[in-house]
């Protein structure tokens, strides 16, 4: 939870006011806890705007967050969709429109749930490889967290999954099929083309990051 403020004409601060251990994650259990945290602190007088991501729970028009503390202070608190969480959402969804990338993080959601199977990691933990991560939609960095993994242990990968393929394991004909993805000449180019726009996205979160940076990054 933060509150922002200019310091002076071109700088803002924007200092963290608390950090809660939510017991509901419901708007409702969100809403209170957040009223209740300001109303200690900075109070809600000149409160003019909130900021979320876009989940309904947030961003609801009558239940959400925003609403309920709209309500509860009594007038009409602007609500902002995140810009980081839009940004992620729109480079994402231009990401999708390429069916080879959408083949790509479907491949790597596929990696990452063999690989949870215990027979397969502990296959995977023999030749030293290195967790696979998770394709979260909510996640910042989900989808550059898994795509680097995946280019990382790429060897690591390949070895284990040809292990499973040549074994009399009941994963072996799928552990097969993923074989044949990895494979495939046109895996490796899109997985490392798919790594260097996402880790553009991630350089965004750079604390040190400034507006001459961004749009250098960004041509």
Same mark, same amino acid.
């Given at each position: 939870?933060?509150?922002?403020?200019?310091?002076?004409?071109?700088?803002?601060?924007?200092?963290?006011?608390?950090?809660?251990?939510?017991?509901?994650?419901?708007?409702?259990?969100?809403?209170?806890?957040?009223?209740?945290?300001?109303?200690?602190?900075?109070?809600?007088?000149?409160?003019?705007?909130?900021?979320?991501?876009?989940?309904?729970?947030?961003?609801?028009?009558?239940?959400? $967050?925003?609403?309920?503390? =709209?309500?509860?202070? *009594? #007038? @009409?608190?602007?609500? !902002?969709?995140?810009?980081?969480?839009?940004? +992620?959402?729109?480079?994402?969804?231009?990401?999708?429109?390429?069916?080879?990338?959408?083949?790509?993080?479907?491949?790597?959601?596929?990696?990452?749930?063999?690989?949870?199977?215990?027979? $397969?990691?502990?296959?995977? =933990?023999?030749?030293? *490889? #290195? @967790?696979?991560?998770? !394709?979260?939609?909510?996640?910042?960095?989900? +989808?550059?967290?898994?795509?680097?993994?995946?280019?990382?242990?790429?060897?690591?990968?390949?070895?284990?999954?040809?292990?499973?393929?040549?074994?009399?394991?009941?994963?072996?004909?799928?552990?097969?099929?993923?074989?044949?993805?990895?494979?495939?000449?046109?895996?490796?180019?899109?997985?490392?083309?798919?790594?260097?726009?996402?880790?553009?996205?991630?350089?965004?979160?750079?604390?040190?990051?400034?507006?001459?940076?961004?749009?250098?990054?960004?041509?």
């Amino acid at each position: 939870m933060c509150q922002m403020h200019r310091q002076h004409v071109c700088c803002t601060r924007v200092p963290a006011i608390d950090i809660v251990a939510l017991q509901e994650l419901n708007a409702a259990g969100i809403s209170s806890n957040l009223l209740h945290v300001l109303q200690k602190t900075v109070g809600t007088d000149r409160l003019v705007a909130q900021s979320y991501d876009g989940a309904s729970v947030m961003s609801g028009s009558s239940g959400g $967050v925003q609403a309920l503390v =709209s309500a509860a202070v *009594g #007038r @009409k608190i602007v609500y !902002i969709h995140c810009f980081a969480h839009r940004l +992620h959402l729109v480079v994402l969804r231009v990401l999708e429109t390429s069916s080879h990338v959408t083949w790509l993080l479907d491949t790597c959601q596929q990696l990452y749930n063999f690989f949870r199977r215990y027979a $397969v990691a502990r296959q995977y =933990s023999d030749v030293g *490889g #290195r @967790k696979l991560k998770r !394709i979260l939609e909510q996640r910042w960095t989900g +989808h550059h967290d898994s795509v680097s993994t995946v280019l990382a242990e790429f060897n690591n990968i390949l070895e284990t999954l040809e292990t499973v393929a040549a074994s009399r394991m009941s994963e072996s004909i799928e552990a097969a099929g993923l074989v044949q993805q990895l494979k495939h000449a046109e895996f490796m180019p899109v997985l490392k083309a798919t790594k260097d726009i996402l880790d553009v996205l991630k350089a965004f979160q750079s604390e040190t990051m400034d507006i001459a940076t961004g749009l250098a990054l960004s041509l």
